[in-house]
């Protein structure tokens, strides 16, 4: 089964990391730098009508979409062998986020700050879909997810896998400046409405929050992961 994109910057990482299948462009089509690009993977382009391209894909496209491979999840052992490949590794761990819209924007920031990969819950949690390929821009073609069964018996597999797990809070007094930034994270955000669970939280070794001065007191998630994630890659 394939999916529809319509984002020239998804439909670029699709064919960037081998999932485009075939890419679609009309006649009056100013992508030239994407259809070089596919035609160097040897990737099928097809050109057809605006009216065919509205039929296939729908009217809100620019010129270009493509049909590509499904996004995978693959094991939490991959995410941690593929770790042991960069310095100071950060992984992500999303707890009860249901938002395809988050999950978007925290793959976007993980592929900004070179992240090795997400886990989320199998049941329970959003999962990859095309919306949420869509927002991520295409970066959920390079960030590798993970879903699992239970978060806190793989918070307890990344620390015997030398991760320090840090779970972000508000109430908490220690602030993520305090926290290592030489050794390999494991970084848990929870949701806006629900925050971080009781065993979860116990089973991280720190707890730190974003310092605010507002009048607003939590932010969206995927805004919280990203400054998070940018204060520990600095």
Not at 71 to 82: C, Q
Not at 84 to 101: A, C, Q, R, S
Not at 171 to 196: A, F, M, Q, T
Not at 225 to 231: D, H, N, R, V
Request: proline share 3%; charged share 25%.
């Amino acid at each position: 089964m394939s999916t529809k994109i319509l984002s020239t910057n998804a439909i670029r990482g699709a064919i960037e990391s081998n999932y485009c299948l075939e890419l679609f462009i009309t006649e009056k089509s100013k992508q030239k730098d994407l259809i070089a690009l596919a035609k160097k993977k040897n990737i099928k382009v097809t050109e057809v009508s605006k009216e065919k391209m509205d039929q296939l894909f729908g009217p809100n496209h620019q010129g270009v979409c493509a049909y590509a491979k499904p996004v995978y999840t693959v094991g939490l052992e991959e995410i941690i062998h593929d770790s042991k490949k960069i310095k100071n590794p950060i992984i992500v761990m999303l707890d009860e986020l249901t938002d395809p819209h988050n999950l978007g924007a925290i793959l976007r920031s993980c592929d900004a700050f070179n992240i090795s990969g997400v886990i989320y819950k199998k049941r329970g949690n959003v999962s990859l879909n095309e919306t949420v390929v869509k927002i991520s821009t295409g970066a959920a073609y390079f960030i590798k997810c993970a879903e699992v069964s239970n978060l806190s018996n793989a918070i307890k597999v990344l620390k015997k896998n030398g991760f320090w797990a840090v779970a972000l809070d508000g109430d908490s007094n220690l602030l993520l400046k305090d926290v290592p930034h030489d050794v390999p994270l494991l970084v848990v955000v929870g949701s806006e409405g629900y925050g971080i669970s009781r065993l979860n939280k116990e089973n991280c070794d720190m707890i730190a929050k974003i310092p605010m001065t507002g009048n607003v007191n939590c932010l969206n998630a995927s805004v919280a992961c990203s400054i998070a994630l940018y204060e520990l890659r600095r």
